[in-house]
């Protein structure tokens, strides 16, 4: 599986929230971070093929779910 890349604004998308995303995922997924200026890019790597059509969509969704509070 080819990793994809995903890049978020971090004035829309909180920090704490995508570590804390990136830190449940590994559980399905191999994934890290990198921040500069305003873009956090994320990278996954292997993930289960059920989720090859939404991962990064699921991602983003729990990234928000995460900011809730």
Do not use: Q
């Not at 920090?15 to 997924?29: C, G, N, P, Q, W």
């Not at 994320?42 to 289960?48: A, D």
């Amino acid at each position: 599986m080819k990793e994809r890349t995903l890049t978020l604004d971090d004035r829309l998308y909180g920090t704490v929230a995508v570590k804390a995303a990136i830190k449940d995922y590994l559980r399905v997924a191999d994934l890290t971070m990198e921040k500069k200026d305003h873009a956090i890019t994320v990278t996954f790597g292997s993930w289960p093929k059920e989720y090859e059509n939404t991962i990064e969509f699921e991602f983003c969704n729990y990234v928000l779910w995460k900011m809730r509070n």
